[in-house]
């Protein structure tokens, strides 16, 4: 089955530094793109991030650059998002997901989500 | 960038009936436009791709048009597992944004 897990998710303080991994099994890992969407409590779907099947290409929403950056490691199957200077507006849970088939960024399957808190 | 608008923001339907959500770009995006359900409580599922392109495993029920600027889906029979709420997404190019979202209940 097609899978992916994130994990790394925390109570981190206003100002601090997480790093999100999401490991992925089931397909050939490095012919997908894949993504960050995050969902703060209550509110809709917000893409943030994504990288292309290579790592050669990497996306961010306005929201973000400069203070994430997302990676992967072919190799271990996994993709990364590390997340520097959190704002109190970047609690969500945070899900990872696999791109579409040609490089496209429709996003399926996706985890469960991790949890991110951002708070003194 | 491209803003991705959706109406209604919410409707209230009963059971069998058709069900009609759109979605709006604020610039062409060709049929580069995917569908997603999320369920209470649930992850997001991909229902649709390509604007009208079925995800396999998702029922017949469901089904998407448009291309350009405005898209639609349907629920063409509405059933009590259909509640969530629906949300599109464009991928022509980055950022790949979602709409807000439409909220799906039973009358």
Redesign the interface.
């Given at each position: 089955d097609v899978q992916v897990v994130e994990s790394g998710g925390d109570l981190v303080q206003p100002g601090g530094s997480l790093k999100l991994s999401c490991a992925a099994s089931g397909f050939t890992f490095s012919n997908y793109a894949m993504?960050w969407?995050r969902q703060a409590p209550g509110k809709?779907?917000?893409?943030i991030s994504?990288i292309s099947g290579s790592g050669g290409s990497t996306?961010?929403?306005?929201s973000v650059k400069g203070r994430f950056t997302i990676s992967r490691d072919n190799s271990q199957s996994t993709v990364y998002l590390q997340m520097n200077n959190l704002r109190a507006d970047d609690t969500a849970v945070y899900?990872c997901a696999k791109g579409?088939i040609s490089g496209?960024?429709?996003?399926?399957?996706?985890?469960?989500?991790t949890p991110v808190t951002v708070s003194s | 960038?491209i803003q991705m608008t959706q109406s209604p923001s919410s409707l209230s339907a009963s059971v069998r009936d058709r069900v009609t959500i759109t979605c709006r770009a604020s610039q062409g995006i060709n049929n580069?436009l995917?569908w997603?359900q999320?369920k209470p409580g649930q992850?997001?599922?991909?229902l649709i791709?390509a604007a009208s392109t079925l995800?396999s495993g998702v029922p017949s029920r469901f089904s998407g048009s448009g291309s350009g600027t405005d898209f639609t889906l349907t629920i063409s029979s509405l059933q009590p597992e259909d509640v969530a709420?629906y949300?599109c997404?464009k991928?022509n190019s980055?950022?790949?944004?979602?709409?807000?979202?439409t909220k799906v209940d039973i009358k």
């Open positions: 993504t969407v809709g779907l917000e893409w994504g996306y961010y929403a306005d899900y579409g496209y960024y429709w996003f399926d399957p996706w985890g469960q989500g | 960038d580069y995917a997603y999320q992850v997001p599922k991909l791709y995800q709420t949300y997404q991928y980055a950022p790949f944004t979602f709409g807000p979202g």
